[in-house]
């Protein structure tokens, strides 16, 4: 048996990523804002949903397919988009996409992502989504609509929660910067881990693959590409902006950080055709409530029709069982596949999603159903 097949769960896997990982690194996957409320709080509040089983149902086979940005989809999941995935792992997003694509699964890729969208594109033909931002420069966030246009994306997730970047404490005590330098108490956690490939760390650049083109002429001054990148969220956005991307793409398009019905509705009416409900995995506004919570509300100020995606928290596959009996129509992962990532590159990513894949079959079993459009407000219970 190797280390990987030895994994029983994500926590298994999350532990094999800090022993594999220097801890700055770790940390930065890892950690959330300020005091972590909202981190805790997106996984614990699954906890506080029962799911209420039917009996004697036939569930010889289990009806799993769905359709998520208009793409199917295996099982109602799907991998969020995530950026600096190369300091993880050198295989970076392409080993995440492989596994998504071997799994049948949508993968999103990130703007602060490590590979170019079109590498990315070419090696995958599996359904994808690029994560988007509205820059202070339109043109920019133009540019990638044509870019993902051309390359085949099939869906955007139009990233709404960072107006700023979020307060990582753990990033600054852990001493990692952005692209990463070395410090004194970096590099003594670095050398702790020789066995890591060190990608982010060989070149004074760290290449945010997919936006590099735009601040190549910034690399020599003082500005980090992240400060850079960072400075060109646009804070003064509104619906004006959603309805433009939503002209502008004429395709699936999610809102990414909604969290109130009435912002759901807004989405709608702006023409995205989706949700993800998420606190960036807790990582911008601490506080935030947990996505699951906001279910319920948000699908029924959205009607049937749109997507509503479950972002964070989800750590079981009986996780996925309790989003959708809420009303979500998928769950989407970030920190999970990042574990398996980390623990070991694609085949670890392909461990983690057979994980939870397994997990989401043996529960939808255990409850009676057999067949995941059966599945309603009848078969979970908040005990609170
Ligand atoms: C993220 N997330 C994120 N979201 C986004 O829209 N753009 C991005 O570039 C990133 N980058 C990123 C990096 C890392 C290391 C993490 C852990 C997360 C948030 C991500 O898409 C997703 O919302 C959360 O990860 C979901 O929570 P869980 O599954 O990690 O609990």
Redesign the pocket.
Known sequence: MTPLERANNVSDLRLMARRRLPRPIFD??DGGADDEVSLRR?VAAFADYELIPDVLNDVTEIRTETSIFGQPSRWPLML?????TRMFHGQAELAVAGAAAHHGLLYSL???GTTRLEDLAQAFAGPKVF?IYIFKDRGLTAEFVARCRAAGFHGLAL?VDTPVAGNRERDRVSGLSMPPKLTVRSLLSFLRHPGWSVPAMTGSKFDLANVSHKVDALASGPMSLFDYIGGQFDRSIGWREVEWLAREWDGPLAI?GVMTPEDAHRSIASGATGVMI?N??G?QLDGAPAPVDQIEAVREAVGDAADVIC????RRGSDVVKALALGATAC?????Y?YGLAAGGEPGVNRVLTILRAEFNRTLTLAGINDIAALSLRHVHNRL
Do not use: V
């Open positions: 930065y996957i997106n969020s988009p995530t950026g600096l990130s703007t602060m994560q990233t990414k998420s960036h995995g990582r972002d964070g928290g989800i989407s992962i970030g920190r999970p990042l």
